[in-house]
């Protein structure tokens, strides 16, 4: 495959971006409980989003998959599962930590560890640091942890100081040292969709034979890794169905509410976020092979850039000072730093 770090760049740009945005049609469902609107929007983010693309942009799907080993496609679904489950102790960190904080800090960890534990898996990482490109690379992540470092600050300054007398007095749910395993625990599986795309390197390179553009060899990996983290996440949603009482849900929605309209806003939600991840797919294959470790980095670089972005626009941080709006905002310049140095490392490597 052709190496292009700048177009791979804009692909993760554009998958920060549907990661920091895909929250807001949930915002719009009206009267249904979490573990719901979750479930439905999962089944078009994890089901039919990633099989429809993958039937769209392969010219042939179903012989993509009969010469890839059972190990590979066994791997990929296994890595997916783990990463649902990291996803579902997120919310969990949520709560120790505070939003800000443990957004920042979970991300953190989920970027360190997806970035730098497959190469060091394969013996890959001391030949990284025997060239220039690496050490940029390197550098790179350096400074993205600093900018989430920054937009951590910013939100523990945040929630001293914006959410009345109960707040500045502290929560009794917050525990920074019970937060901080959690957040550890989450990022770790979080990262293991970094894993599932490198055990899926055989269907990528399967895809490419059977004749799908170099650009959307990763949609197939993406129906097999989604499919392990809908496993998990259909689980514990139907767990919570039955423990809440929320089955009702489904077929019904209180009064003022709009049943079709609550599918409607939970699809919308499920699609644009496996925008995220078919953006993401686009760029590991533009980044080129030896650095292609910093893709993960950039993921969750721009996902924290955009997140914070969308919240001074939807005036989240109302009533937090100017001292606070300045520290978030030189985190984000950080961060788009961060991804700058990242990307001119790629560009070195491909030359």
């Not at 392969?58 to 190990?71: E, K, L, M, S, Y």
């Not at 992540?141 to 470092?149: E, S």
Request: charged share 10%; hydrophobic share 55%; glycine share 14%.
């Amino acid at each position: 495959m052709t190496a292009n770090p700048f177009l791979g760049v804009l692909f993760h740009a554009i998958g920060g971006l549907a990661a920091g945005t895909f929250y807001l049609p949930f915002k719009r469902v009206r009267g249904w409980s979490w573990e719901s609107y979750w479930l439905v929007g999962g089944v078009f983010s994890w089901i039919v989003a990633p099989l429809a693309g993958a039937l769209l942009l392969n010219p042939d799907f179903r012989a993509v998959f009969a010469g890839v080993p059972f190990r590979s496609i066994a791997l990929t679904y296994f890595f997916g599962v783990l990463w649902g489950v990291g996803g579902l102790t997120f919310g969990l960190s949520m709560r120790y930590l505070g939003m800000s904080l443990g957004y920042a800090v979970t991300l953190g960890f989920c970027a360190v560890f997806g970035t730098l534990i497959p190469p060091l898996f394969h013996g890959e990482l001391p030949g990284l640091l025997a060239a220039l490109p690496g050490w940029v690379i390197l550098s790179g992540l350096a400074v993205c942890l600093a900018g989430i470092a920054v937009c951590g600050a910013a939100g523990l300054m945040r929630e001293k100081s914006a959410a009345g007398a109960a707040r500045a007095a502290g929560d009794a749910d917050l525990n920074f040292t019970r937060g901080l395993w959690v957040a550890a625990f989450s990022g770790v599986m979080s990262s293991c969709m970094a894993f599932a795309f490198d055990a899926g390197k055989p269907i990528l390179e399967a895809a490419q034979a059977a004749g799908t553009p170099p650009t959307f060899c990763n949609t197939p990996v993406l129906v097999v890794a989604l499919l392990g983290g809908f496993t998990t996440n259909c689980a514990w949603c139907l767990f919570l169905n039955a423990r809440n009482g929320s089955f009702k849900d489904y077929g019904s929605a209180p009064a003022g509410a709009s049943l079709l309209l609550n599918y409607v806003f939970s699809a919308l939600a499920g699609a644009t976020w496996y925008l995220q991840f078919f953006f993401y797919g686009m760029g590991t294959t533009k980044m080129g092979d030896s650095l292609e470790f910093s893709s993960w980095t950039l993921h969750m670089a721009f996902i924290i850039v955009f997140g914070n972005l969308w919240g001074i626009v939807l005036r989240e941080w109302k009533g937090a000072g100017r001292n606070t709006h300045a520290v978030i905002l030189a985190g984000i310049v950080i961060l788009i730093l961060s991804t700058v140095v990242v990307g001119w490392g790629n560009y070195l490597g491909a030359l």
